[in-house]
């Protein structure tokens, strides 16, 4: 059995198409740019790593507590934050096609290092040094209007009911962790926490990303897991330290492979930032942000509690001191997630002179865990003892059933979608109250008692 990771992102998306993870919004429309749906395998696995997120963050933790806030807020919360001056991305128009372009990534191409945390200024120089090198990916033009800052926040008339709405627009959130700042004092007085504590939480977030790339990897709606850890501040950097080895180690732990992984320390500080570093996942595109850690100071409360007049100090109930707690944060993208744990799992096997493509995904990560399949479709007793099982075990896992084709075939789809067992009721299995279990990588089979596999299966999916 030769295997090759031979992972391309024309045969990830295929694949996600082929087999239900990942859907184009609106294909029937002739789809919707820079957005996706997930499919019943793709939000089988988003939820499970979001499960994981959850558990790791809140569930074994004491001193941190979950929220869900509200997609929109007030708008001042925004000018608060400084995301209607600063969350800005540098935009140049081809003069030839017209398509627009980040011009940070149009310099990227050509091996300039440039980011979106640049001035206007910063980046207008590189610009105008290199500009006759740079050619549109579209049509490949060599003239672009000026750059400008095109802000990200997407705008809506929530609640407004003239045709002015746009003067003074409510924003859909461009980050989670907005929602957490301003509930900060809520939290405090209500769960029992004490500083240092955090507040996590997962949900949408929405950006007008200038340029669609890299299927989910940008799109303009997207999920996010972020964790915002409140400090005091003479311990700020040694937490920072401490939640940057946690979230390294939560990659791993989802299966991740660690060579597939690095740090990048951010050159540019986006404006909230004191240090940040992202860790990033080599995808077939180059190795790439997947999570954002971040010492953001004290720059988000103090901000909310100038904009707002609130008083957003902490008192120490020990020492009596009082200060404006610091923050460490962890930012993770859903989408991004699923797209590294897709693209590690990702693997081509020769087996008998044939291909066959296999997610050898984390167990605890995979949308079905265990197939059963009756071995022949028109053998009612056969179906009817597969159906059995299926149900037995269908309360404790999700199962799929399948009596669709030849056995070989449902194989290949169940190791296509990543399933780490496959039952095949028999002939045997009548006689002998025994099935076979099929393990997904080593494809090894092996005869399992049916009053057994409830006792086989929490041993080896736990
Ligand atoms: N609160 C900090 C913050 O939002 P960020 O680096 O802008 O920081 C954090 O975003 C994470 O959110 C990224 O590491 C990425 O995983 C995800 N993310 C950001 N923009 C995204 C987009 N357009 N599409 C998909 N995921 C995105």
């Known amino acids: 059995m030769l295997s090759k990771k031979n992972v391309t992102m024309e045969k990830i998306v295929s694949l996600c198409k082929r087999r239900g993870f990942v859907f184009p919004s609106s294909e029937i429309y002739g789809g919707f740019a820079a957005i996706y749906d997930y499919g019943p395998y793709g939000v089988e696995l988003a939820n499970n790593i979001k499960k994981v997120w959850w558990k790791t963050m809140v569930q074994l933790r004491e001193d941190i507590v979950g929220l869900d806030s509200a997609i929109f807020m007030h708008p001042k919360i925004w000018q608060a934050s ?9 935009l140049v128009e ?68 003239t045709d002015d709405w746009n003067k003074e627009p409510v924003y859909l959130r461009g980050e989670t ?24 939480q997962i949900g949408k977030a929405f950006r007008n990303e200038i340029t ?17 850890y409140f400090i005091e501040p003479d311990r700020e950097m040694a937490e920072y330290e401490k939640l940057k080895k946690e979230r390294w ?10 060579e597939n992984l690095s ?45 707002s007049g609130q008083d957003l100090s902490y008192t120490d109930p020990i020492t009596k001191k009082k200060y404006l707690p610091h923050i460490a944060e962890s930012s993770a993208g859903v989408g991004r997630t699923v797209l590294a744990v897709l693209c590690d799992a990702y ?71 990543g399933t780490p067992f ?22 090894k089979q092996k005869r399992v008692k049916i009053e057994e596999l409830k006792d086989y299966f929490r041993e080896k999916l736990q």
């Not at 209500?190 to 507040?199: L, M």
């Not at 669609?212 to 915002?228: H, S, V």
């Not at 190795?287 to 004290?298: F, N, P, Q, T, Y």
């Open 249 to 258: 180690q939560f990659y791993l732990d989802l299966g991740i492979t660690k």
């Open 82 to 90: 400084g995301h209607l001056t600063g969350f800005a991305d540098p």
């Open 177 to 200: 962790c907005q929602g957490i700042y301003v509930n900060y004092k809520n939290v405090l007085d209500t769960a029992r926490v004490k500083v240092p504590f955090g507040i996590a």
């Open 94 to 161: 081809c003069k030839k096609c017209h398509v627009r372009l980040r011009l940070d990534h149009l310099l990227e191409n050509i091996g300039v290092p440039a980011d979106e945390k640049m001035t206007a200024e910063e980046i207008g120089r590189l610009f105008k040094k290199h500009e006759a090198k740079l050619k549109c990916p579209n049509c490949s033009g060599k003239s672009f209007t000026a750059v400008k800052k095109f802000n990200l926040l997407v705008k809506s008339n929530l609640g407004d009911f």
């Open 212 to 228: 669609a790339r890299q299927f989910i990897f940008r799109t303009r709606e997207f999920e996010q897991m972020e964790m915002q």
């Open 422 to 443: 496959c039952i095949t009721v028999d002939f045997d299995s009548l006689e002998k109250d025994d099935v076979t279990v099929r393990d997904r990588d080593s494809m």
């Open 263 to 307: 740090w990048q320390k951010h050159a540019n500080l986006v404006f909230y930032a004191k240090e940040a570093y992202d860790i990033e996942y080599n995808f077939p595109f180059g190795a790439k942000e997947l999570e954002g850690v971040h010492a953001r100071g004290d720059y988000d409360l103090s901000q909310h509690a100038k904009f």
């Open 347 to 417: 693997h081509e096997e020769e087996v008998n002179g044939e291909v066959r493509t296999v997610l050898k995904l984390n167990k605890q990560l995979a949308p079905i865990k265990i197939a059963v399949f009756p071995l022949l479709k028109n053998k009612a007793e056969l179906v009817k003892l597969a159906k059995k099982i299926y149900d037995q075990l269908k309360a404790d896992y999700l199962c799929e059933f399948d009596d669709n084709g030849s056995i070989g075939k449902r194989y290949r789809r169940q190791d296509e979608i």
